[in-house]
């Protein structure tokens, strides 16, 4: 079991940056990915970026250059730094777990990003 809570959301002019948080606790060392998703109202949830047991990283198209995943693994926390912000990002943003030999999922609990024109 991973449990994971998400912080940093907030309202930003676009072209501004954010840095999201993600503090994971419960079996940790059974990670293996962790990774960051949104969802606007009305649309499908949808993958922004991930990293890898290994360190690796994979993001979307539509953020490539931007944004940025991390992690800090003596705070047990995940990080997405968000630069050059556009209202098209305005979203609710979760991080997700996925962990064990069964590659079971946790979800945090979202935090909102809006973006002003």
């Known amino acids: 079991q991973v449990q994971l809570v998400e912080s940093g959301g907030g309202l930003v002019q676009a072209g501004g940056s954010l840095r999201l948080s993600c503090a994971a606790s419960?079996?940790?060392?059974?990670?293996?990915?962790m990774a960051w998703y949104r969802q606007a109202p009305g649309k499908q949830r949808e993958l922004v970026a991930a990293?890898?047991?290994?360190?690796?990283?994979n993001y979307a198209d539509s953020v490539k250059g931007r944004f940025t995943i991390s992690k800090d693994s003596a705070k047990k926390t995940v990080y997405l730094q968000m630069n050059s912000l556009k209202p098209e990002d305005t979203a609710v943003y979760y991080c997700?777990?996925?962990?064990?030999?069964?590659?079971?999922?946790?979800w945090g609990q979202g935090t909102q990003v809006t973006v002003s024109s």
């Open positions: 990293i890898f047991r290994g360190g690796t990283t």
């Open positions: 997700n777990a996925n962990y064990g030999p069964n590659t079971d999922n946790s």
């Open positions: 419960g079996s940790i060392a059974a990670v293996n990915t």
